[in-house]
């Protein structure tokens, strides 16, 4: 079986190559050498610690500001039809070893859900492509069946922070409980920018008795 799979994927390499989702050139790992010079001058791994009565999570770690390259990469990649940008994203991600020791201190990776008329007009959800990479790279359990976002609403992007508080308000729920119970849990979003969407998220899991709840995003607004 394994074979058939390298084989498949060898195939798969020669008749659509990868290529570097910034710069468009052939890359095995979908980031050029140049592009991630690039990425590396950009980026710095942040760590802050919540220190804020209004939040749920524990901790919150992101790479960029939003702004640059990478804002326009994070943009193609949510509203471009360009799904295979998750792995020019994480590939960058796991390089960086101090990013990996401190996601292996989680249970559980969860990306923050999206509604399913979301899924269909976009056809993949942004954050589980990259949360499904990081988690097998890294072999860290990967749960996509707790966290549900029940209800559409209007897009995040398109408000101020205090609508945004309003118009997230009720829009998840949990299911299978067990599999959180008393697990560290990392959620994955895109941007950071008031917090309004992980928060919600992190409010929802705490309620189902995880332990802690740190929060990974590629960017912060």
């Known amino acids: 079986i394994l074979r058939c799979k390298n084989i498949i994927k060898t195939l798969l390499d020669i008749l659509f190559p990868q290529v570097c989702g910034i710069c468009g050139k052939l890359s095995g790992n979908s980031l050029c050498k140049k592009c991630e010079i690039l990425l590396k001058k950009q980026s710095k791994f942040e760590i ?3 220190d804020s009565l209004e939040n749920y999570f524990d901790e919150h ?3 960029f500001k939003y702004d640059g390259i990478i804002r326009k990469v994070i ?3 949510k509203f471009k039809d360009k799904a295979y940008l998750y792995k020019t994203i994480s590939n960058f991600l796991i390089k960086n070893k101090e990013f990996c020791e401190k ?3 989680y249970d559980i990776i969860m990306p923050v859900p999206i ?3 979301r899924f269909k007009e976009r056809g ?4 589980l492509l990259i949360a499904k990479h990081i988690a097998q790279n890294l072999k860290i359990n990967l749960e996509n069946n707790c966290l549900y976002k029940h209800k559409n609403i209007i897009e995040q ?4 922070k205090e609508e945004r508080a309003e118009n997230i308000k009720g829009v998840y729920s949990i299911k299978n409980e067990e599999k959180i119970k008393n697990k560290k849990i990392l959620l994955i979003d895109d941007i950071y920018t008031t917090g309004s969407t ?3 998220c992190c409010k929802m899991l705490i309620k189902a008795n995880s332990n802690k709840i740190g929060v990974l995003t590629i960017a912060k607004d």
């Open 48 to 50: 802050y610690e919540n």
């Open 61 to 63: 770690m992101y790479f």
């Open 75 to 77: 943009l193609n990649y």
């Open 103 to 105: 996601v292996k201190s």
């Open 115 to 117: 509604s399913k008329k």
């Open 124 to 127: 993949y959800n942004q954050s």
């Open 157 to 160: 992007s398109k408000l101020n």
């Open 198 to 200: 992980v928060n919600e």
